[in-house]
């Protein structure tokens, strides 16, 4: 079975600041990594995935997020946060030749404080 | 491209009435997938159609759910009779299904309370 962890429910940074938002998976087989954002009263939005190749992947709203497969895990980064970033943060996982079902992590918080 | 619509969204309900929460997606996807979303439990995953046929339903919680898609372009999920912990968010989401990587896109939700 697969697995995601999103081991902070909370993030805080302050504007400008460089963010991370913890991700590690578990799967046996080669992983999809997604990362979707969620804005208040809002659905899900996609941000970047991992299909294959280059290990750090840039996505919408200067976003990046790094594939470290000895570490199992997908961090999403931005060098400046900014305000209008806090959001709600999921990451989600999906194995090549399981169907297009995503098993999603527990999301987390991102507060950008000005 | 309008996206994923949802309808209604936002439902208010007495317990023991039949609600029906409706998708379209969109047009040329040929997935789709039903979720809740809660502050206890996260995101949820109800069900999953591929091509128009329940592919897997084991997160469907009780038999007072059940989700039908009886064309491509609209499906329902239907709660009969609801009770107050039915209340949730509940997103619907569809992908183009031609490459196994290509990412969900998630509906505005619907926001349903059960009094």
């Known amino acids: 079975a697969q697995s995601v962890a999103q081991p902070e429910d909370q993030v805080n940074v302050a504007e400008g600041n460089p963010l991370t938002v913890k991700c590690t998976y578990s799967?046996?087989?080669?992983?999809?990594l997604f990362w979707y954002v969620q804005y208040p009263n809002r659905g899900l939005q996609f941000l970047l995935k991992?299909?294959?190749?280059?290990?750090l992947v840039k996505g919408s709203y200067g976003f990046e997020a790094e594939f470290n497969k000895s570490q199992t895990s997908f961090h999403l980064k931005k060098p400046s946060a900014l305000v209008s970033d806090s959001a709600l943060y999921f990451c989600?996982?999906?194995?090549?030749?399981?169907?297009?079902?995503?098993?999603f992590g527990g999301g987390t918080r991102l507060m950008v404080k000005p | 491209d309008a996206g994923v619509i949802q309808s209604p969204r936002h439902e208010v309900t007495e317990m023991g009435q039949e609600v029906t929460l409706r998708c379209k997606p969109i047009?040329?996807?040929?997935?789709l997938f039903w979720y809740r979303q809660t502050m206890m439990r996260g995101l949820e995953l109800l069900i999953y159609?591929?091509?128009?046929?329940?592919?897997?339903d084991s997160g469907m919680p009780e038999d007072r759910f059940s989700a039908k898609m009886p064309n491509a372009s609209f499906s329902t999920l239907k709660i009969q009779p609801s009770e107050p912990r039915d209340s949730a968010v509940y997103f619907c989401?569809?992908?183009?299904?031609?490459?196994?990587?290509?990412?969900?896109?998630f509906g505005p939700g619907t926001r349903l309370t059960v009094l």
């Open positions: 989600a996982v999906r194995v090549n030749n399981a169907g297009n079902m995503l098993t």
């Open positions: 799967v046996s087989g080669n992983p999809y």
């Open positions: 991992y299909i294959t190749g280059d290990n």
């Open positions: 047009s040329g996807h040929n997935s």
């Open positions: 159609f591929n091509n128009n046929v329940p592919i897997d």
């Open positions: 989401a569809s992908i183009r299904d031609t490459r196994s990587y290509n990412e969900q896109f």
